[in-house]
């Protein structure tokens, strides 16, 4: 079975932050949690059996155990059984497990860093007019603790004072999110107007496999004559979220998200 998981990086992963008892990964795009243990690592997954994947070398082999519920419709008196993998487990394992690896070593990598001020000046770059950026650049402290909690923190300042920050439940996007949206700088100055879902449009996001990318979906649906993008920002993807409009002309906003990977930001949309 072909995963692409070398020893290597599994040593890495479980050297840094295994734990006896385990140590709780939260991967904040797929909502699921993983544990980290000294010899092993679990990953979950968010299928409705609840299968994961018990990930361990031996002999320079990585070996694979999976379990599932027996039966999710009986819900707690479900009981969890061993299974082989199939196809589409190992796509999910793979996915899940180069999410978390990517994570854990920007999350590494910042943490080196002394100061974080050069990442978010190239960041205000991609995301604020010129003129803005340069002043939101000034604004910054000479250093910048290269913490997430601070970055975010400086971060909605400027987006605050630039007018392009909204803060509602996803549940309130498609009615008072919609009237807060239209409120954001980018959206105004380009003289575009969203429109909340129909409650048939709604049904649809409501039914879609990823409702939180389907309901972006439905405004940056609005916003492609205008290249501007509506996004889910924060230190995690949460019930209770932050949404800004940024530009996407000359690969800025693919630059954008690039930098906010680094400061381990969430750029969803």
């Known amino acids: 079975m072909q995963t692409g998981i070398s020893q290597e990086d599994f040593n890495w992963v479980t050297g840094n932050f295994g734990k006896q008892s385990g140590n709780s990964y939260m991967d904040m795009k797929e909502d699921v949690i993983h544990e980290i243990f000294p010899d092993k690592v679990v990953i979950g997954t ?31 008196k479900a009981k969890m059984i061993p299974d082989e993998m199939q196809e589409e487990d190992v796509e999910e394992l793979v996915t899940l497990w180069e999410n978390m690896l990517r994570e854990l070593k920007m999350k590494e990598k910042l943490k080196s860093l002394s100061n974080a001020r050069e990442l978010m000046a190239q960041l205000y770059l991609d995301i604020f007019d010129e003129e803005e950026a340069e002043e939101q650049i000034d604004n910054l402290p000479e250093v910048v603790t290269p913490n997430v909690t601070v970055i975010w923190e400086e971060l909605q300042v400027a987006l605050q004072q630039t007018g392009n920050l909204a803060d509602f439940e996803w549940k ?53 004559d205008y290249e501007l993008k509506i996004v889910a920002i924060g230190p995690s993807l949460d019930e209770y979220q932050s949404f800004a409009c940024f530009p996407m002309q000359d690969f800025r906003l693919a630059n954008a998200v690039l930098k906010m990977e680094e400061l381990c930001l969430i750029c969803f949309f």
């Open 46 to 76: 968010r299928f409705l059996n609840c299968a994961s994947y018990e990930l361990s070398f031996a002999d320079n082999q990585l070996h694979i155990k999976k379990n599932r519920l027996d039966n999710h419709m009986l819900q707690e």
């Open 172 to 224: 309130e996007l498609s009615d008072e999110g919609t009237y807060a949206l239209n409120e954001l700088s980018p959206v105004v100055k380009a003289g575009a107007s969203l429109e909340a879902p129909t409650q048939d449009e709604y049904e649809e996001i409501l039914a879609a496999e990823d409702f939180a990318k389907a309901l972006l979906d439905h405004f940056n649906r609005q916003l492609e």
